[in-house]
């Protein structure tokens, strides 16, 4: 007989037994729901604080920069500027004041203009916030301190009056002659020496002062004789501006 019970194969070998040597890994404990939620709150409110901060830097450097460009006078940039405050700049340069060019008609006034009153060429003048009267005459719109200057260059003399230049002051347009007052005065005067007859003689009778004006106020620039005064372009000038 055959015997079944035999075979080549080898039966499957023992799983070893556990002993107290060996070490058995334990997988650490997942975190817990609530830990979980105020970890990612945490990290979305430092990423919203950044943005927002951001934001906020972005805004403020972009407006300050449009400040300083509005500030910033016309033709001037940053670089290369000592001393540059815009501020100062922005506001100077909105206020009123004249820069008048003498006008040769001044050697024949019309009947409307005062004699010995220069007129003012206002074709080729600047005029800001500042009104005229008549040709002679400018008029004070905002009240305030204005430094004002007049150079009236002399091409002739007299022999029996000096050179002079006044700067007057009415109150207004209606105040008469014998009330307008002698606010700036200056002399000059020509050399009497043999000179050449091919060089003109000139003097220049210049002066500038602050004045405190109304609204309202008028300076004019009177002279003793319109024909002895230089009308060559640059020669005799007024003006004034706001402090």
């Not at 055959?2 to 040597?21: E, K």
């Not at 060089?199 to 003793?224: D, F, H, M, S």
């Amino acid at each position: 007989m055959i015997n079944t019970y035999q075979t080549s194969m080898a039966p499957p070998p023992v799983p070893p037994r556990l002993s107290g040597s060996h070490s058995v890994l334990i997988p650490a404990p997942l975190p817990s729901q609530g830990h979980s939620k105020s970890l990612v709150r945490f990290i979305v409110g430092v990423v919203l604080l950044h943005l927002f901060l951001s934001i906020g830097g972005f805004i403020y450097l972009n407006h300050n920069d449009k400040m300083h460009s509005f500030q910033r006078p016309p033709g001037q940039g940053v670089e290369g500027q000592v001393g540059y405050r815009s501020s100062e700049k922005q506001e100077t340069s909105y206020k009123a004041m004249a820069r008048m060019v003498v006008d040769e008609r001044s050697r024949k006034p019309d009947k409307k203009s005062s004699l010995g009153f220069l007129q003012w060429d206002f074709n080729h003048s600047v005029l800001r916030y500042i009104d005229y009267y008549q040709n002679n005459w400018l008029t004070i719109r905002e009240p305030g301190d204005y430094y004002v200057y007049s150079r009236v260059t002399f091409s002739k003399g007299d022999s029996k009056l000096p050179l002079v230049s006044k700067v007057k002051l009415r109150k207004n347009e209606k105040e008469k002659e014998d009330e307008e007052k002698v606010v700036m005065q200056a002399y000059c005067s020509l050399d009497s020496g043999s000179v050449s007859a091919s060089i003109p003689r000139l003097c220049t009778a210049t002066q500038g002062e602050v004045i405190t004006l109304e609204k309202g106020n008028q300076l004019g620039v009177w002279v003793q004789d319109l024909l002895l005064v230089n009308y060559e372009e640059g020669a005799t000038t007024f003006g004034m501006y706001k402090l």
